[in-house]
């Protein structure tokens, strides 16, 4: 039978935490400023980034109140004032190269894109529709959808058709997706390849019944196969 342990006697067990603790001190003390030092770091990261917050929050309130006033020209189809402003508000332009962190700013160069486009010009159109950053899916896919609208405008329609169909599976919607992809067949007929537009007005009658284009999609499909004999 094992014997029991004297009275006053420290347990193993004890020794060993006192040890942890006499090495923690040491590290502690030698390495008190470092440890300071990198705290004061952490602290001042966090409040730079406290402050970068608050400061793109507070130019993002500026840009939508400069973008109040260009969106009513846009509205109103006066697009050269929508763009350039009025001399008391930004025009999307401006307001996209003053604003260019903000979500303000990055949606002035998806307007300042529509813009462009409808004024037919077109490479302006792609430059600034390309640079809009694509968060909202709705509005990404409207952006990538007008990218191939001007690249057919300019006679590339293997482009524009690229960006067709890419704007339709980037909406994954029923409201965007077969509209680009009406665009996609309606190209496909342009170029006599039949098969390819009968396949896509088909996905349209299977997968989007109820939208507008599913509606009056027998009417394509039977074109397309009459012209495919």
């Known amino acids: 039978m094992a014997k029991g342990k004297k009275k006053g006697e420290n347990p193993q ?6 040890e942890t603790l ?35 929050n507070n130019r993002n309130d500026e840009a939508q109140v400069q973008m109040y006033q260009a969106q009513r020209y846009l509205e109103s189809d006066s697009l050269n004032l929508a763009l350039n402003g009025d001399g008391n508000y930004l025009g999307f332009i401006d307001i996209a190269n003053d604003y260019k962190y903000t979500k303000a700013g990055n949606l002035a160069r998806y307007c300042a894109g529509i813009c462009f486009l409808h004024l037919g010009h077109y490479e302006e ?9 694509k968060k909202d899916k709705v509005i990404g896919s409207l952006a ?19 960006k067709y169909l890419e704007a339709a599976e980037y909406a994954d919607n029923s409201f965007n997706t077969p509209v680009f992809l009406m665009k ?17 007005y088909q996905r349209i009658k299977d997968e989007y019944p109820e939208s507008t284009e599913g509606t009056t999609i027998d009417k394509y499909i039977a074109r397309v196969k009459i012209l495919s004999e």
């Open 22 to 56: 006499t090495k923690t001190e040491q590290f502690l003390e030698s390495n008190y400023k470092a440890l300071l030092a990198g705290l004061g770091v952490i602290v001042l990261l966090v409040g730079l980034i406290w402050l970068g917050k608050l400061y793109l």
């Open 13 to 18: 067990g004890l020794e060993n935490v006192e």
């Open 125 to 133: 159109a792609i430059d600034y529709l390309g640079k809009y950053s």
């Open 144 to 162: 990538i959808g007008a990218i191939g609208d001007a690249y057919v405008e300019l006679g590339d329609t293997k482009k524009g058709l690229s």
């Open 184 to 200: 996609a067949a309606e190209l496909y007929e342009m170029e006599n390849n039949y098969s390819k537009a009968l396949q896509i």
